[in-house]
C-alpha cells in the first residue's frame, strides 16, 4: 500500500522513548518521533459491492451533499440495491491535509450572532445547515430535528471550531449512534496510528469517536485527529489535565481543569466527559468493592477528593464551567456527558435553567440512546 509523510511540519513536541516504560499517570519526557502513516485501503477495496453515494439538498440556498452508501444486491434480490447511512467522509484525502472544511461557510455566516449554538437556532425557530444535514441523513423532517433540539430532547454536537465535521443527532427520535474509542498512552501508540484509528473506525461505521489519549503530546494529538475526523469527537479533559500536572493528581487544581476544558473546546472539541457524579461521600463506598472505582476519570477525581477531603470540584464548580465554556468559546455547541453514568445531556446552554444547575447529576435524566459497542443501527423507541 502507499506510504506517505505525515505531520511533517508540526511544532516541536515531546519524544516517546521505546526502550522505557513509565506509569500511564507519569507522561513520558523527551522530542516524539513522527513515523510515516500507511494510506488505508480504498472504499472501494473495503465495500467491493458498495457505492459511496450523495443525497443533493438545498436549504436557504446552501447547497447540502448529504453521503450515504448503497449496497448492491444479489441478483434475484427484490430490489437492486439499498442504502446505508455512512460515516466513512471524504474520500482520497491525506493525513497530513486532513478533510475539507465542510461547515466552514455555514459558520462564517453566523459571525456576530450572541451565541452560535444549535439551540440557540432551534429555539428561535431557524433550521440550521447542520439541521437541514441530519434530517437528510435520519430520512426525517427538518422541523422534527429543530423541535427536538429545541426541547432539549437531542443534541448536534457540533464545534463550531471543528468544521471537517459531518453533523449528526443524538436523541430518543433518531437512529441508535455507535461511539469508538481512541487514544494513545504513557507506552504505546503515536500521532500517526491515531489518525488511521479515526479513518478506520469511520470507515467502519463509527458515529462518533473519543479520543482517550493519556500519554505525550495530547493536544497535538487530538488537533490532528480533529483535522482527519468527519464525525464529533470527544474527551475526557481531566486526562490532559492530569499530563499538565506531571502525572500528579493532587496537583490539579480547578482553574488547570477548566483552562483544559476552555482550550479543548476553543480546539475544536464537540463533547466531553466530566466525571461531576464522582462525591466525596460516595468514595468510601468503592473501598469494598472488588473493582474499586473502574473509571479511570473517576478514580482521578476520587484521589483529587481524598487528598484534601474537599468536594468533587467539576460538582462544585459546575455551572461556573458551563459558563466559562459559553463566555471563552461561544458557540463550541459541545454536549457534557456524566462520566458515572450512561446518561446524556441537553447542550451546554440548556444547562442556564435552575432546574438543570442545580447540580450536576440532576442535569443529566435523559436516558441516553449512544451506545459505546453495538452491531446494529436501528430507531431508539
Not at 500500500?1 to 516517546?16: G, I, N, Q
Not at 522530542?31 to 457505492?51: G, K, L, M, R, Y
Not at 471550531?161 to 455507535?178: D, Y
Not at 506531571?246 to 483552562?259: V, Y
Request: with cysteine; aromatic share 8%; net charge positive.
Amino acid at each position: 500500500m502507499p506510504r506517505v509523510r505525515v505531520f511533517a511540519h508540526l511544532p516541536e513536541a515531546s519524544k516517546t522513548s521505546k526502550t522505557s516504560k513509565q506509569p500511564v499517570n507519569k507522561p513520558q519526557v523527551g522530542p516524539v518521533e513522527f513515523c510515516e502513516a500507511t494510506a488505508i485501503p480504498s472504499f472501494q477495496d473495503c465495500f467491493p459491492n458498495s457505492t459511496k453515494q450523495y443525497t443533493t439538498v438545498t436549504h436557504i440556498g446552501v447547497v447540502l451533499q448529504v453521503p450515504f452508501r448503497r449496497v448492491k444486491l444479489s441478483e434475484g434480490a427484490p430490489t437492486p440495491h439499498f442504502d446505508l447511512y455512512d460515516t466513512s467522509g471524504p474520500q482520497g484525502c491525506l493525513p497530513a491535509a486532513g478533510l475539507p472544511p465542510l461547515r466552514a461557510p455555514w459558520v462564517a455566516k453566523r459571525r456576530g450572532d450572541p451565541v452560535c449554538t444549535q439551540m440557540y437556532y432551534a429555539k428561535r425557530g431557524i433550521v440550521t445547515e447542520e439541521m437541514a444535514f441530519v434530517a437528510v441523513r435520519e430520512g426525517l423532517s427538518s422541523e422534527l430535528v429543530r423541535s427536538e433540539v429545541a426541547r432539549g430532547r437531542a443534541i448536534i454536537p457540533s464545534n463550531k471550531n471543528h468544521l471537517e465535521l459531518e453533523p449528526t443527532i443524538i436523541g430518543r427520535a433518531f437512529l441508535v449512534k455507535i461511539n469508538a474509542n481512541i487514544g494513545n498512552s504513557a507506552v504505546s501508540s503515536n500521532i500517526d496510528e491515531e489518525v488511521a484509528k479515526v479513518q478506520w473506525a469511520t470507515r467502519w461505521g463509527a458515529d462518533t469517536v473519543m479520543d482517550l489519549s493519556t500519554g505525550a503530546d495530547i493536544a497535538a494529538t487530538r488537533e490532528w485527529v480533529l483535522r482527519n475526523s468527519p464525525v464529533p469527537l470527544g474527551t475526557v479533559p481531566i486526562y490532559e489535565a492530569l499530563e499538565r500536572a506531571g502525572g500528579e493528581a493532587e496537583a490539579i487544581t480547578w482553574e488547570l481543569f477548566r483552562d483544559v476544558l476552555v482550550e479543548q473546546a476553543e480546539q475544536g472539541v464537540d463533547y466531553f466527559t466530566i466525571h461531576a457524579g464522582t462525591l466525596l461521600r460516595f468514595i468510601p463506598l468503592t473501598a469494598e468493592r472488588v473493582t474499586g472505582i473502574v473509571s479511570r476519570g473517576g478514580s482521578i477525581h476520587a484521589k483529587i477528593c481524598l487528598t484534601g477531603h474537599q468536594e468533587n470540584f467539576a460538582y462544585t464548580h459546575w455551572r461556573a464551567g458551563v459558563s466559562a465554556e459559553r463566555r471563552d468559546s461561544p458557540g463550541s455547541d459541545c454536549a457534557l456527558l456524566s462520566g458515572m453514568r450512561s446518561w446524556t445531556s441537553a447542550p451546554a446552554t440548556t444547562l442556564r435553567s435552575p432546574s438543570a444547575t442545580a447540580c450536576a447529576p440532576a442535569a443529566l435524566r435523559t436516558p441516553t440512546t449512544w451506545l459505546s459497542s453495538a452491531s446494529w443501527r436501528c430507531r431508539a423507541s
